[in-house]
């Protein structure tokens, strides 16, 4: 095999351990909700242990692309590539850190907090995740087309987190003996927004990456 031809193979590797990364990234904060809603501390700690294998996929991704800078001395478009897969791998890592942190919220609130999980933080979960699925068929394909849609998606999850935030700010004033509780549910849909906001980051890099010139989503 010709070097451009394994430099290409490389390349394409590496992508699929990104997206792959992400998927990974997407089912922790799919986990760490469910453990919210379901009062599940065991899947909560589940969530936790596995962002360590999370940040081990992580430092290997940027060991490849780091050598592979190294060796093929890229230029141009091909060296966007693997700068821009770094800072990818960056923002899905930041992503796990949010799940964890939802997951972390979980054990604060333990088994028995008796309260209802506002139902809208499952639905800025679903929107992060489609937001997810998004950026990373744009990634996958280059397709700036749909990237767009990536900042009327991110502003959805806002005007939810806003919501949230209300509902549980009115909650407290009337509930100040669980005030320590809901500051959790606040803090896990505000990990959602973190969430989304990194999506969105992603959406900025692939555009640079195709266009050259840097975007703003946010």
């Known amino acids: 095999m010709v070097a451009r031809e ?45 962002d360590k294998a999370i940040d081990k996929q992580e430092l290997s991704i940027n060991d490849q692309a780091i050598l592979l800078i190294a060796k093929q001395q890229p230029v141009a478009t091909d060296l966007r590539r693997l700068v821009i897969a770094l800072q990818i791998t960056t923002d899905i890592e930041r992503m796990a850190d949010n799940a964890k942190n939802i997951a972390k919220s979980t054990l604060q609130l333990g088994e028995d907090h008796r309260l209802t999980v506002h139902p809208k933080i499952k639905e800025m979960q679903d929107m992060a995740v489609e937001m997810n699925n998004t950026a990373m068929k744009a990634f996958e394909y280059e397709d700036i087309s749909i990237v767009g849609k990536l900042s009327n998606m991110d502003d959805d999850v806002d005007r939810l987190y806003e919501l949230v935030i209300k509902d549980i700010l009115n909650e407290t004033a009337t509930n100040q003996e669980k005030i320590q509780y809901m500051m959790q549910m606040a803090f896990s849909a505000r990990y959602i927004e973190r969430f989304a906001d990194h999506i969105t980051n992603i959406g900025e890099n692939i555009l640079f990456l195709v266009k050259g010139e840097t975007y703003k989503l946010n």
């Open 6 to 50: 394994q430099f290409e193979t490389d390349l394409n590797n590496l992508k699929e351990d990104i997206i792959s990364l992400s998927n990974t990234s997407v089912q922790a904060l799919i986990k760490a909700v469910d453990a919210l809603y379901n009062q599940d501390l065991a899947l909560a700690n589940n969530v936790i242990d596995e």
